[in-house]
């Protein structure tokens, strides 16, 4: 599942007509860099893209044009505006509902890129099964560690402190918005929605659910990682990325 149902306002006017995920990096678009590491993956079937009522032509129009070996579907969350949405970890229990989701499921944010292959992310998954497990990436600097949701890992790797956006980090590890759900814990996201009214930032869930239950993280070592929230970050990737093509 491929999470594509902000309004990112703070890309405006980039993103005033145009959903964040489909903004051009070089000669294609954020999108397709997330499917060239999904595609090579035997085990994924199916891959759901969830946006809104906005953009939901836009996906559907790119779909119409790309041509990758995996069945895309779009599903439209219905929302209209920044205001309605049903955010993040709403949006992953809406899909697995609506669509009537009984099978292992990876879920990415449709803009976040990185210059890594899932094999290694998938097997460690699979291996720590029935448990969650989440992608980590170690950003190097405190300051901008203040901006993610920060983790401590046991020799097992399993999460021993997980802290949304601390003050304060204990760490650089932080997470990325990469998760694996094993079809035997899809129910855990209805079970922390129905507790909390936080249905945006999925570091919320992750924090919730790791203080009660085992959760573990992979760390992706020596690739770069990008976060496309502002201008900033997107002109860093786009710079990264372009001058591959």
């Known amino acids: ?112 890129i990185f210059k890594a292959g899932l094999r290694g992310f998938l097997d460690f998954s699979l291996s720590k099964r029935p448990a969650l497990s989440i992608g980590l990436y170690d950003v190097g600097d405190m300051e901008l560690a203040k901006k993610y949701g920060i983790v401590s890992l046991d020799s097992e790797k399993k999460i021993i402190e997980f802290r949304e956006k601390p003050k304060a980090p204990s760490s650089t590890l932080a997470a990325q918005c990469l998760y694996f759900f094993p079809k035997e814990r899809l129910g855990v996201m209805k079970e922390y929605l129905d507790t909390s009214t936080n249905q945006d930032a999925p570091g919320y869930f992750l924090e919730w659910l790791s203080g009660k239950e085992a959760v573990f993280g992979y760390v992706f070592k020596g690739e770069k990682w990008f976060d496309i929230g502002d201008r900033s970050s997107y002109e860093k990737a786009e710079y990264e990325f372009r001058k591959e093509q």
């Open 1 to 112: 599942m491929l999470l594509a149902a902000g309004y990112a306002t703070r890309l405006y006017p980039l993103t005033l007509d145009k959903p964040k995920p489909l903004l051009p990096i070089g000669t294609r678009p954020i999108i397709e860099f997330i499917l060239d590491i999904v595609e090579p993956l035997k085990e994924v079937d199916e891959v759901f893209i969830v946006t809104n009522q906005k953009f939901s032509t836009h996906f559907e129009d790119w779909n119409r044009g790309y041509s990758g070996p995996k069945k895309i579907v779009v599903v439209n969350d219905g929302t209209i505006s920044n205001e309605d949405r049903l955010g993040a970890t709403g949006d992953i229990e809406f899909v697995i509902r609506k669509k009537n989701i009984k099978d292992d499921l990876i879920v990415l944010a449709g803009d976040n």
